[in-house]
């Protein structure tokens, strides 16, 4: 099993920047491919960032390339979420997720192919 707790959520305003960290416990070397997601009230959880086990590949929702970056620190098991220029509509509840070992791919973009999922992080971002 491995545990996720997000933090560094918060009240920001528009155009300001905010640091997400995941950070997993448990059978750590379990999780490979670490994602974040959203969901904003009232809609589905999307899918925001995800990054390989190695951190070479990554991979982001078109909407926020250029605005967001992950990135992780294996040796803290910790991964981040960095997100700049922020706008209102990133207004959402923020959850770290981990896949589990598998001999095949599965795709990072789609919430279903993830096994644990952390409690979120609310990000609020005021206009």
């Known amino acids: 099993q491995v545990q996720l707790v997000e933090s560094g959520g918060g009240l920001v305003q528009a155009g300001d920047s905010l640091r997400l960290s995941c950070a997993a416990s448990?059978?750590?070397?379990?999780?490979?491919?670490m994602g974040w997601f959203r969901q904003a009230p009232g809609k589905e959880r999307e899918f925001v960032a995800a990054i390989r086990r190695s951190g070479g590949s990554t991979d982001y929702a078109d909407t926020l390339k250029g605005r967001f970056t992950i990135s992780r620190d294996n040796a803290k098991n910790t991964v981040y979420l960095q997100m700049n220029s922020l706008k209102p509509e990133d207004t959402a509840n923020y959850y770290c997720?981990?896949?589990?070992?598998?001999?095949?791919?599965?795709?990072?973009?789609?919430?279903?192919?993830?096994?644990?999922w952390g409690q979120g992080t609310q990000v609020t971002v005021s206009s």
């Open positions: 448990g059978r750590t070397s379990g999780a490979y491919t």
């Open positions: 997720a981990a896949q589990g070992s598998s001999l095949y791919f599965r795709n990072p973009t789609s919430d279903k192919n993830y096994d644990y």
